[in-house]
């Protein structure tokens, strides 16, 4: 599709396990982002990546979140050693440059 | 630090009826504005934007906004609910690295 697409759209883990969820942007967007939604909760920056570099990784709430770009196209975003409180939608978003923000549906991480 | 604020969580509104939805901005700088939507189990939807041209500002839906310095606010409306409104409503303001700041948003639920 012409999207933001995001995969696995439901993850359950349990506490403890690592985890990977991917974002594949429109295809030539240069600005890739992850933020994070919590119940009752508007997005919340996470990280922001132009190119394959994440030009501000300042919303990452600690070193066991991790995302990678290495192409400039496809993102992971990793978290180690999950906890009940990372339990959240997981939102990714593309644009050009210049243009509109573009959302993908979210990836929504339940952990047990 | 750019923030936006949204009051009362949840807002009812009969069909027919006018919606509003207030939003009320902090920012040291002159700010780039956007109400977003989303619907249920899909990804962010922008509405509309600000960014220092009129004031007043028409997006999809019917949906217009307001940008008011005076009162720091940016506030939605549409004169006539449709059930097809029902959905949560997100103000945000773009910070730093173009990262956007969320408010925690408004449930919309719209009654026959």
């Known amino acids: 599709g012409a999207g933001v697409s995001q995969t696995p759209s439901n993850k359950v883990t349990e506490k403890g396990k690592y985890v990977e969820l991917r974002c594949d942007p429109i295809s030539g967007h240069t600005a890739l982002y992850w933020y994070r939604q919590s119940l009752g909760q508007g997005p919340e920056f996470l990280i922001y990546f132009q190119g394959t570099g994440a030009a501000d990784d300042s919303g990452l709430p600690n070193d066991r979140f991790f995302a990678v770009r290495p192409e400039g196209s496809v993102s992971t975003l990793k978290i180690q050693r999950t906890e009940r409180g990372d339990s959240a939608v997981y939102l990714c978003a593309s644009k050009t440059d210049t243009g509109e923000l573009f959302f993908g549906e979210g990836s929504r991480l339940t952990v047990l | 630090a750019q923030s936006v604020t949204q009051l009362g969580s949840h807002v009812s509104v009969s069909e027919g009826a006018l919606v509003l939805l207030r939003c009320n901005y902090s920012s040291s700088v002159p700010p780039y504005l956007f109400w977003y939507v989303q619907y249920p189990n899909q990804g962010l939807q922008l509405l509309l934007k600000?960014?220092?041209?009129?004031?007043l500002v028409k997006g999809i839906n019917g949906f217009e906004a307001e940008f008011k310095k005076s009162e720091t606010s940016f506030h939605l409306t549409k004169p006539s609910a449709h059930m097809s409104d029902a959905a949560e409503y997100f103000c945000?303001?773009?910070?730093?690295?173009?990262?956007?700041?969320f408010g925690k948003g408004n449930q919309v639920v719209v009654i026959p």
């Open positions: 945000a303001v773009k910070g730093g690295n173009n990262r956007l700041a």
């Open positions: 600000y960014t220092s041209a009129a004031t």
